[in-house]
């Protein structure tokens, strides 16, 4: 069974940053496509950003690009969000997904497509 366990989250002012980690296990993690999505109070489930298995294919919402670097170490089977310039509206519970087949690219994660497997999540609060 998959496991993903977000570490990371906590309180910080607006334009301070914060990383996201994500650490996988269950099975071969280096062979999918991995993602961050995250849910503000009172609000749906959005996509934030995605990396291919071999990084070399990046998608990111248009709210944090330029602010958000995703990234991955598959040695340690983990997936890392790197946020810069936090904004309050980046308050938000933060969740670590991945899809049920390797076909999988960036852009199906962005769009629900294949999404099997998810993290507790870990809260992120920004203040103003």
């Known amino acids: 069974q998959v496991q993903l366990v977000e570490s990371g989250g906590g309180l910080v002012q607006a334009g301070d940053s914060l990383r996201l980690s994500c650490a996988a296990s269950?099975?071969?993690?280096?062979?999918?496509?991995m993602g961050w999505f995250r849910q503000a109070p009172g609000k749906e489930r959005e996509f934030v950003a995605a990396i291919s298995w071999d990084s070399d294919s990046t998608y990111y919402a248009d709210s944090v690009k330029g602010r958000f670097t995703i990234s991955r170490d598959n040695a340690k089977n983990t997936v890392y969000l790197q946020m810069n310039s936090l904004k309050p509206e980046d308050t938000a519970v933060y969740y670590c997904?991945?899809?049920?087949?390797?076909?999988?690219?960036?852009?199906?994660?962005?769009?629900?497509?294949?999404?099997?497997?998810w993290g507790q999540g870990t809260l992120v609060t920004v203040s103003s």
């Open positions: 269950g099975r071969t993690f280096s062979m999918y496509t």
């Open positions: 997904a991945a899809p049920s087949t390797v076909v999988a690219g960036p852009m199906d994660l962005s769009e629900d497509r294949y999404l099997e497997f």
